[in-house]
């Protein structure tokens, strides 16, 4: 039988929890081999969790509200411009429509960050000033981060100057297909370092990392070095985010946590559009890695195209009836 799972304690006014930074520690080799993934059992684990866990109705709004609050609202797209991201960022500040919000009671609402490329920090900066969200930027030679070493480091260094609060870093995939655990580490070190006070999102890439083992490996190897967060997906690899992945990354934070004490935060991205994954995904953070993680500081989804969806979901809790999905046109 389907568990239910309840709403979250607090919808949408959330307190300001800022939890203290992953320092990083020394490669530990031993720790980076032990970190394993059995396939079929994480995939028949995944596909369970639709069926296993359905959201209360009457907590449906608040799950959804919660997830909102956890998008790091992202346009990476060869033909942004200042004018379509002042359009993405109004919709960052008030996600959904002010009588939604009103009658939902979660006025206030807004989400996690806006995430964008270099070139667009200063307008996202500028759109968003004085409402305390963040800009995440994408670095390191997004996506598939193979331009030379030192330009990478300085790309993060300009974004930070521009504005950037959070750097999104691409990892380079051939060090964990070749195994090159060492070389993974001082890279992403590197990145670390550089990013200075901004926080640091290690993109591993996920599905061009051949394995779940490698990225087991990959995500203990970049925690190790001192990633904030760790992320799937660019969004533009052939596959994205997907629930087995995720529980293998959830499970490295969980024993990385459990071993250091140090929390790392989870991003889902790529291809995720639909509330229902949403609630999906929340569901599996409360599973595997419980309610604190459950907050922006610790969770954020990548998409480009989710935050429509839950509009029209909430609409639909307000109204009884669905909007098209044109009208959610932005995020
Ligand atoms: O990091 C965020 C992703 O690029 C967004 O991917 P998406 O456009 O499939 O939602």
């Known amino acids: 039988m ?24 020394a490669l530990d080799m031993d720790r980076v081999m032990r970190a394993t993934a059995n396939r079929s059992a994480i995939e028949r684990r995944a596909a369970t969790l639709p069926g296993r866990r359905s959201v209360k ?4 709004a608040a799950w ?28 960052a500040k008030q996600p959904v429509r002010a009588d939604l919000l009103e009658a939902l009671g979660l006025e206030g609402l807004t989400v996690g960050a806006v995430c964008v490329y270099h070139d667009m920090i200063e307008p996202s900066v500028a ?7 963040p800009v995440a930027a994408v670095s390191t030679g997004f996506p598939a981060g193979l331009s030379p070493f030192p330009l990478r480091l300085a790309e993060i260094g300009e974004s930070v100057k521009a504005g ?7 990892i380079s995939r051939r060090l964990v297909l070749t ?16 990013c200075g006070e901004a926080h640091v999102k290690a993109i591993l890439a996920t599905g061009e990392l051949g394995t779940l083992q490698n990225v087991a490996r990959a995500s203990m190897v970049c925690m190790m070095a001192g990633a904030d967060f760790i ?6 690899e052939g596959v994205n985010a997907t629930l087995p992945v995720s529980l293998v990354m959830m499970r490295a934070i969980r024993e990385y946590h459990e071993e250091t004490g140090h929390r790392v935060g989870y991003k889902p991205a790529g291809g995720i559009s639909k509330a229902k994954d949403s609630l999906n995904y929340l569901a599996l953070v409360k599973e595997e890695l419980g ?11 990548g998409a480009s195209s989710l935050l429509g969806d839950i509009e029209r979901q909430l609409e639909h809790h307000v109204t009884g009836a669905y909007s098209a999905s044109w009208r959610h046109a932005i995020g």
């Not at 568990?3 to 992953?22: F, S």
């Not at 309610?291 to 989804?301: A, G, I, Q, T």
């Open 179 to 194: 195994g090159d655990w060492e070389g993974l580490y001082d890279e992403m070190r590197a990145f670390r370092e550089a």
């Open 64 to 91: 959804l509200a919660r997830a909102v609050s956890c998008i790091d609202l992202t346009t990476l797209a060869g033909d942004d411009t200042p004018g379509r991201v002042a359009r993405l960022c109004a919709k």
């Open 291 to 301: 309610d604190r993680w459950l907050r922006p500081d610790l969770f954020r989804f």
């Open 164 to 170: 950037a609060r959070e750097i999104d870093i691409v």
């Open 127 to 133: 759109a968003l000033e004085g409402t305390g969200i």
């Open 2 to 25: 389907a568990q239910t799972t309840e709403a979250p304690d607090i919808a949408t006014q959330l307190p300001q929890t800022t939890e203290p930074r992953n320092p990083g520690m």
């Open 231 to 236: 992320k799937t997906s660019t969004g533009k």
């Open 57 to 60: 109705k009457d907590h449906q």
